[in-house]
Nanobody
């Protein structure tokens, strides 16, 4: 069993940056593809980014491409999401997810509890 815990969310002005972290416990992340999703109030949860176990394959949603960067440190059992040039429409609860399968399509097997990101205009 894998437990995922997100951190790094908060309130930021439009144009600012945040770095989310996802720490795993219970099992090493090194064999899992990892991803980030987000869910805004009244909307469905949507895919943001994913990275393969080796870091060699990365995919992004079009809405964040060029602004967000996903990375991982398997030695620290942690995945990151660097978010730059934030927009009010990026406001959502961000969830970390792990998958025993490939990066694309990313099908989560494990979820974290999420961390709130709020971008003010």
């Amino acid at each position: 069993q894998v437990q995922l815990e997100e951190s790094g969310g908060g309130l930021v002005q439009a144009g600012g940056s945040l770095r989310l972290s996802c720490a795993a416990s219970g099992r090493t992340l090194s064999t899992f593809a990892m991803g980030w999703f987000r869910q805004a109030p009244g909307k469905e949860r949507e895919f943001v980014a994913a990275i393969s176990w080796s870091g060699g394959s990365i995919v992004y949603a079009n809405s964040v491409k060029g602004r967000f960067t996903i990375s991982r440190d398997n030695a620290k059992n942690t995945v990151y999401l660097q978010m730059n040039s934030l927009k009010p429409e990026d406001t959502a609860r961000y969830y970390c997810a792990g998958s025993r399968d490939r990066v694309q399509p990313f099908i989560p097997n494990y979820w974290g509890q999420g961390t709130q990101v709020t971008v003010s205009s």
